[in-house]
């Protein structure tokens, strides 16, 4: 079979694509299709280690688990970290190559194309079927030079495109039709037809909308997707879901995390927030962390120095400080982790802006960044209950101190991590060690919860992309979608 893709693209950020790409990945797969899931450029601290090594964004990750396909660097060849609103740390083919602000990257993407396109081969040459996720907008058109990311790559390696508009945005018709008038008219012919996302309520209701955008535009609706409750019950994809945090569950364990402005690998959180027992809150910039937490949890970050002045500009210092020295519990991971300790050095800016800074001082221990940067899969066991863990280091640094000594897991036979001498501090490297049931159930009983004996949660994940799937399928024209895909090199009539 000749292998064939298709690209999802949206009318701007956050209208779906992600989880779009995820359903379609999911029921291709069901399909009997072999299926592989590219994204040619992401921006995002949230990464996840590629057991044949390298990282790649977490939505690929997710999408290759649609897939039922490990993560593999060819899914997301470019990758952008940001370090601070200007700057971000390159990665390539799933290795960080260097640091760059925005002006010299916009300046010099093209240059990348090569390995975007080297990825998107290998892939179409192992695949029946890639599904392409794009990344912002294409009506984003100041940007189109040198564009690797949306249409430069629709055009570049001949795939056709559905383009998604999200109508709980609101102007949904709008930005459809709008699209269209600013596109190059070589760019809207790749586009084969458009879905609706997010829709509420009867989609009859839609209907002469639907037609009004088919009449102005001359591309086909696939169909008008509803709100899909499953999307809940999927790892974090992006920052972006952060910024209007949930309600608060109610449940026994009060956990609180605050929001970094370069946090990391924050999916970290998402089988907490599962569990029926724990009552877990992201604590936005300009509050304080509520004092009847429980548990405060120090997630990641791109960038340890940055975050931990960011984390002191809210007063969350004192915060914290002041959590623990009532008896309270901390976690740290990663980023956070470190800046539990002692003193954080990084005289060459291997994280970020070179410097030095005091930690909060809950851990007695001290980290120096250095340049070489560790992503790997890992497995291993708590060494307090036993329990066994697996998941993924992704960081740069050395951490070292007494409170090492009580290291909170053993990893492919060393220790990692670090716990104050009441063990109500502690920090570890290690990502992902909540979706292991036994380790999340007894790290919860610890810390004074309890857990959902019968969660099993990356079941749940699974379940959901299936739900997901089913939805997905059910409000569009599935085959018209699928068959819109063609094989690369494609060009529109």
Same mark, same amino acid.
């Given at each position: ?64 688990? =649609? ?31 260097? =640091? ?350 309890? =857990? ?42």
């Amino acid at each position: 079979m000749t292998a064939r893709a298709l690209m999802l693209q949206g009318t701007g950020s956050d209208v779906g694509k992600s989880v779009l790409t995820a359903a379609l990945c999911r029921i291709a797969k069901r399909r009997g299709y072999s299926v592989a899931p590219f994204k040619p450029q992401n921006m995002s601290n949230n990464a996840a280690a590629c057991p044949s090594g390298g990282e790649i964004g977490r939505a690929q990750a997710l999408q290759a688990l =649609a897939c039922g396909l490990d993560p593999y660097t060819d899914f997301n060849p470019i990758l952008l970290k940001p370090e601070t609103d200007r700057r971000a740390q390159l990665v390539v083919h799933g290795k960080a190559v260097t =640091a760059m602000d925005a002006d010299h990257y916009m300046a010099h993407r093209g240059d990348l194309m090569g390995h975007v396109m080297e990825s998107f081969d290998r892939l179409t040459a192992a695949h029946d079927l890639v599904i392409v996720e794009g990344a912002g907008s294409p009506s984003e058109i100041n940007l189109r030079e040198r564009d690797i990311a949306n249409m430069g790559f629709a055009r570049r390696a001949g795939v056709p495109v559905c383009l998604i508009g999200d109508i709980n945005k609101g102007g949904v018709i709008a930005s459809l039709v709008g699209t269209k008038s600013v596109l190059d008219p070589d760019d809207a012919a790749m586009i084969a037809g458009f879905l609706i996302n997010k829709f509420r309520g009867d989609p009859a209701l839609f209907h002469e909308g639907m037609k009004a955008i088919e009449s102005r535009t001359g591309w086909p609706c696939f169909g008008i997707i509803p709100w899909l409750e499953a999307t809940a019950h999927l790892p974090a994809e992006d920052a972006i879901t952060l910024e209007t945090p949930a309600a608060r569950s109610g449940g026994h364990l009060k956990i609180a995390a605050p929001m970094l402005s370069r946090m990391a690998n924050f999916d970290d959180a998402d089988p907490l927030k599962q569990e029926p027992g724990v009552d877990f809150h992201w604590v936005p910039p300009g509050r304080p962390i509520p004092r009847d937490s429980d548990v405060i949890i120090l997630f990641g970050t791109k960038s340890t120095l940055g975050d931990l002045a960011f984390l002191r500009a809210q007063g969350w210092d004192h915060d914290i400080i002041a959590h623990a020295r009532a008896g309270g519990r901390a976690l740290g991971i990663c980023g956070g982790y470190q800046m539990l300790g002692r003193r954080i050095i990084d005289p060459d800016g291997i994280d970020g802006a070179p410097g030095e800074a005091a930690g909060l001082g809950l851990l007695n221990i001290e980290t120096w960044m250095t340049s070489d940067k560790r992503v790997s899969p890992v497995t291993g066991r708590c060494t307090t209950s036993q329990a066994p863990v697996s998941g993924y280091e992704i960081h740069t640094g050395q951490t070292a101190g007494p409170d090492t000594a009580r290291c909170v897991f053993t990893l492919e036979g060393q220790p990692d991590g670090a716990r104050s001498a009441d063990g109500h501090v502690e920090g570890t490297y290690l990502h992902g060690a909540f979706t292991g049931d036994a380790f999340r159930q007894a790290w919860l009983e610890r810390s004074g919860g309890h =857990a959902d004996p019968s969660l099993s949660y990356e079941t749940a994940v699974d379940q959901a992309l299936d739900r997901l799937a089913d939805g997905v399928e059910a409000a569009t024209n599935i085959d018209a979608l699928l068959d819109s895909a063609q094989p690369p090199g494609w060009t529109p009539a």
